[in-house]
């Protein structure tokens, strides 16, 4: 029973350049959860999204950022034109049923480097 | 605006000791709380829940406590392994805000051997 799988575990960008960021979410499991780790910070929220719709994105930067979880496929976290501040871990989560008293299981990460 | 807090960066027990991690929150529409833990370069892994209307739930080794009034919980880990070295994070949900979960910024445990 696979995890959360996250793609690519690394990702090295130029200042300008796009990044996309890949989540699998768990067998079974219809809700996906992004959140952004600073260094020395914890965890904060940036969106939640179901199949086809996004929930919650209030934790999303205005400009520059999107995400989306198609009918097929995995979740997709975009950010153009990325910056320096960017640089960060992007953990997606999953879970199975919506509302706040489910426990979500985390992927590994991708570790967005922007040189 | 920190809304959960751990104001404990890193904590240091000897083997077969008690652990004790502190988590402060200071919204009052907070209702459950989970403790996650994670190794470098992994994401993070749900160790233990509890609800408001709970004050204590345990599982194995790890125990949660939750003071309301204090709008404080703990998490015991009795006895510690070295293999319970990892960074621990507090994190809050409520029902107003949907399905976020509002995580402080971690607690690094050491335990020696």
């Known amino acids: 029973n696979a995890g959360v799988m996250q793609n690519p575990r690394h990702l090295v960008r130029r200042r300008g350049q796009e990044a996309r960021l890949r989540c699998s979410p768990m067998k079974g499991h219809s809700h996906v959860y992004w959140y952004r780790q600073l260094p020395e910070e914890g965890l904060k929220f940036m969106v939640y999204?179901?199949?086809?719709?996004?929930?919650?994105e209030s934790g999303m930067p205005k400009e520059r950022f999107s995400a989306e979880f198609p009918k097929e496929g995995p979740s997709i976290l975009r950010i153009q034109q990325v910056v320096r501040g960017d640089s960060a871990a992007y953990f997606c989560a999953s879970s199975p049923r919506g509302g706040p008293y489910n426990e979500q299981f985390f992927g590994p990460g991708t570790r967005l480097t922007v040189l | 605006d920190q809304q959960v807090k751990q104001n404990s960066p890193s904590l240091s027990v000897q083997e077969g000791r008690i652990s004790i991690l502190n988590c402060d929150y200071t919204?009052?529409?907070?209702?459950?709380f989970l403790w996650y833990k994670k190794y470098p370069a992994e994401g993070p892994t749900f160790l233990i829940s509890?609800?408001?209307?709970?004050d204590k739930n345990e599982d194995g080794r790890f125990t949660v406590f939750l003071n309301k009034s204090a709008k404080h919980l703990s998490l015991h880990i009795v006895p510690s392994q070295p293999g319970d070295s990892a960074v621990y994070f507090c994190a809050a949900s409520a029902l107003e805000y949907g399905n976020k979960l509002v995580f402080g910024a971690g607690t690094i445990l050491r335990v020696k051997s």
């Open positions: 999204l179901q199949k086809e719709n996004i929930i919650d």
């Open positions: 509890i609800s408001s209307i709970k």
């Open positions: 919204n009052s529409m907070f209702d459950y």
